[in-house]
């Protein structure tokens, strides 16, 4: 049986023995377990129905802890200590620590410090990371709050710790400097502009669908409902004779019951839209619409991961 509640001892005591603790961050929920113990990890993928080609992420509570973990250059130190604790990680070159299973055979290991009050605690009182990749069913959407936990992973997880709705709502910004250069594997609230602001360097696009990055996959974070990227009205048109809902930034559209429409931030705040996105998607999808409709976001900071990931939900369909 899962529970929910907010006790730390309760989760120290499972995470040291090795079982699961869904944990809250800043930007999504973490399925948790013991990074160093291959049964702990073999959990969180089953838990999931993961993939065991898709690697986790290690939660450690400071930069000078992921050097017990990994190689820190000096590019890398540089931007862990202006993103970290922060919505982050960086790709690293593992220390042999670190199993095999964790990074799914990669030599690579991504590293995440969250900015969560109740999570940090909990690291800062582990002698050990905390492998977590979000605590949702692979490949749906991401949970945002204890709910959305339970709805996906009920008896999947011993306990969930409530640490209240995901501040940011979308997961880390991924980032891996090779050769003087920073690639940003995944978009998300740390933006390219901030990474070259703080270290004068070039951030280049990794645009793949490499199986070493699922998260990069298309057909990800995706509704049971289908959904469609672009212009509502026209879309609406197009669609006429069916049961549409729609996401839309900031406005409302003609033509539609209001109780349809899922406006993501009536005062056109983007970190409000992004908050707000996956458990729009959870909740429309509990109703029987025959589609979704979404908007494209403002192409610019948190507006460019929510495209990214609304991009991503209608690839499935295709
Ligand atoms: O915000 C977040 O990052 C959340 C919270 C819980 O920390 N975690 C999260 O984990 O989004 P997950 O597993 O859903 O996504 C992690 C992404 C995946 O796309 C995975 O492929 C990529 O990170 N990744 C992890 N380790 C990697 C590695 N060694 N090499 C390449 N990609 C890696
Ligand atoms: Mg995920």
Request: charged share 20%; net charge negative.
């Amino acid at each position: 049986m899962t529970t929910i509640g907010k006790n730390l001892d309760f989760a120290l005591a499972l995470l040291t023995e090795n079982e699961l603790v869904a944990i809250p961050t800043e930007t999504v929920y973490g399925l948790a377990g013991n990074a160093l113990n291959e049964a702990a990890v073999v959990k969180i993928y089953s838990a999931k129905d993961r993939p065991s080609f898709n690697p986790l992420i290690i939660h450690v509570p400071t930069v000078e802890a992921i050097k017990q973990y990994a190689e820190l250059d000096s590019i890398s130190q540089q931007l862990a200590e202006a993103f970290m604790p922060g919505p982050f990680t960086l790709l690293l070159p593992k220390k042999d620590i670190i199993p095999d299973l964790v990074t799914a055979g990669s030599d690579k290991v991504a590293v995440r410090i969250p900015k969560h009050p109740l999570t940090l605690r909990l690291l800062h009182q582990l002698n050990f990371p905390l492998a977590a990749p979000s605590a949702n069913p692979f490949g749906y959407v991401s949970p945002t709050n204890a709910r959305h936990v339970l709805d996906g992973l009920n008896n999947r997880v011993d306990y969930i710790l409530d640490g209240g709705p995901c501040e940011v709502g979308v997961e880390s910004t991924i980032a891996e400097v090779i050769n003087g250069q920073i690639i940003l594997h995944r978009l998300g609230a740390v933006t390219a502009e901030e990474m070259e602001t703080v270290t004068g360097l070039k951030v280049i696009p990794k645009i793949s669908e490499q199986v070493d990055a699922p998260g990069q996959l298309k057909s990800h974070y995706a509704t049971k409902t289908p959904l469609y990227l672009g212009d509502i009205p026209t879309l609406l048109k197009q669609y006429a004779h069916k049961h549409v809902a729609t996401i839309s930034f900031c406005k409302s559209y003609e033509g539609l019951v209001s109780g349809h429409q899922y406006i993501l931030s009536p005062k056109c705040d983007i970190n409000e839209a992004a908050q707000h996105l996956f458990s729009v998607m959870r909740s429309i999808d509990e109703f029987s619409f025959d589609l979704i409709i979404a908007e494209r976001f403002p192409d610019r900071g948190l507006g460019r991961a929510i495209n990214d990931r609304l991009e991503r939900a209608q690839a499935i369909h295709k």
